[in-house]
């Protein structure tokens, strides 16, 4: 079913606020092959935990099955690194959709901001929905 | 850093076990990214690695060569997948120049192959020169 586009313009809740422990980059970093040092900087591919958490919320609140999503593409804009001691939230809105070949294409922007509310970084995402032309 | 500058390509090596690991550090559970049936039965070769594990490879790549400089961009298109086979890896090779600096930030140029194939389109970092 194609995804509806009253979709566009809307922003979902914001998620669980979550806080980067060293425990978290040093997995992060390993799985990429990486070394962790504490005291050291974040990958700066980590915000990705807290949008893709936005994303699946996302994904979950609307029957989209994770399993058919492809990403198509992601841009981080940093206003300052993530640190250890961060606790981030992600509020994700959706931005544009538009269909192609049987596939949604939805783009997403997701803030991602600290305890004090202040914006650490935007991610913008861009999400294939390959279940367009499913019947069912 | 100076335009022109070019960096040595790193090679990365990506296993299913990595996938794994990634799945589970950063949250991602699609099963595209672990299971061969998943993944074929949406049309894809294989399983394919996360698009944002390839551009953490690159996010690793630019920490390299910069030394660790503050990163205010970076991000990518995922055009091509990266197909990680059941046994061995993949080899992604992450090449990359300095294209411009300007008002203390320095924009990188990179080129992103898998087999010799561009993976990421319009792959971009920006850096604190």
């Known amino acids: ?136 | 850093m100076n335009p022109g500058d070019t960096f040595e390509p790193r090679t990365f090596a990506i296993t299913r076990a990595d996938l794994v690991a990634y799945a589970e550090a950063a949250g991602d559970p699609n099963p595209i990214h672990q299971d061969e049936e998943v993944a074929r039965s949406v049309g894809l070769p294989g399983v394919i690695a996360h698009g944002m594990y390839t551009l953490g490879l690159v996010g690793r790549a630019v920490e390299e060569w910069t030394g660790g400089a503050e990163v205010v961009e970076l991000g990518c298109k995922f055009t091509q997948p990266v197909v990680v086979p059941a046994d061995g890896a993949a080899e992604v090779v992450v090449a990359g120049s300095v294209k411009g600096v300007a008002d203390g930030l320095a924009t990188l140029s990179l080129e992103v192959t898998c087999d010799g194939t561009k993976v990421l389109g319009m792959p971009k970092a920006v850096v604190r020169a």
């Not at chain 1, 586009?5 to 422990?21: H, K, N």
């Open chain 1, 1 to 136: 079913m194609p995804v509806d586009q009253s979709l566009v313009g809307r922003e979902f809740p914001p998620t669980a606020p979550l806080e980067v422990t060293e425990e978290r980059v040093a997995a992060f970093a390993a799985s990429l092959g990486a070394r962790y040092d504490a005291g050291g900087a974040v990958p700066p591919t980590y915000p990705i935990v807290l949008a893709f958490d936005a994303m699946q919320a996302f994904l979950a609140a609307e029957d989209i099955d994770l399993f058919r999503i492809v990403h198509g593409e992601q841009r981080f804009a940093y206003e300052r690194p993530v640190r250890v001691g961060d606790v981030l939230t992600a509020t994700l809105g959706v931005v544009s959709l538009r269909q192609i070949g049987g596939a949604d294409i939805i783009g997403t922007s997701s803030a991602i901001t600290d305890g004090d509310g202040a914006l650490v970084c935007t991610g913008r995402a861009t999400l294939v929905h390959s279940g367009g032309q499913e019947t069912s």
